[in-house]
């Protein structure tokens, strides 16, 4: 018998977020011109975010700066942290197995941030 954690990462699980019905209109237009599903692009989304992408890092800047209160000095904080990261990864030609466990043991020294 498989244990749950055996199949992890191979099931599917849906997201549900409650918008304006004129948001959601506007979006499933734009969404239909640029020939994105709404699967499709919540889905690039969210990988965008979990691996870091540069491009994504921009807009959750601006959105911390926008929706947050969180303090300048911990959004350094977080940056120069993921940049390090990103340098010791180059540098060491990490595996993904090997960068969970560094930011494992990151987040035991430091808190979770």
Same mark, same amino acid.
């Given at each position: 018998m498989k244990k749950y954690y055996d199949k992890y990462g191979t099931d599917y %699980? *849906?997201?549900l977020i409650l918008i304006l019905d004129k948001l959601h209109v506007d979006l499933r237009i734009r969404l239909r011109?640029? +020939?994105f599903s709404q699967q499709n !692009? !919540?889905?690039t989304l969210i990988q965008m975010y979990l691996s870091n992408d540069e491009r994504m890092l921009e807009v959750v800047d601006h959105m911390k700066s926008v929706l947050t209160n969180r +303090? %300048?000095?911990r959004k350094e904080k977080t940056k120069k942290m993921i940049q390090k +990261? %990103? =340098?010791i990864q180059k540098q060491f030609a990490l *595996? =993904? =197995?090997d960068l969970e466990d560094i930011f494992d043991m990151i987040a035991q020294e430091h808190g979770e941030l």
């Amino acid at each position: 018998m498989k244990k749950y954690y055996d199949k992890y990462g191979t099931d599917y %699980k *849906s997201l549900l977020i409650l918008i304006l019905d004129k948001l959601h209109v506007d979006l499933r237009i734009r969404l239909r011109h640029d +020939g994105f599903s709404q699967q499709n !692009f !919540f889905t690039t989304l969210i990988q965008m975010y979990l691996s870091n992408d540069e491009r994504m890092l921009e807009v959750v800047d601006h959105m911390k700066s926008v929706l947050t209160n969180r +303090g %300048k000095q911990r959004k350094e904080k977080t940056k120069k942290m993921i940049q390090k +990261g %990103k =340098e010791i990864q180059k540098q060491f030609a990490l *595996s =993904e =197995e090997d960068l969970e466990d560094i930011f494992d043991m990151i987040a035991q020294e430091h808190g979770e941030l």
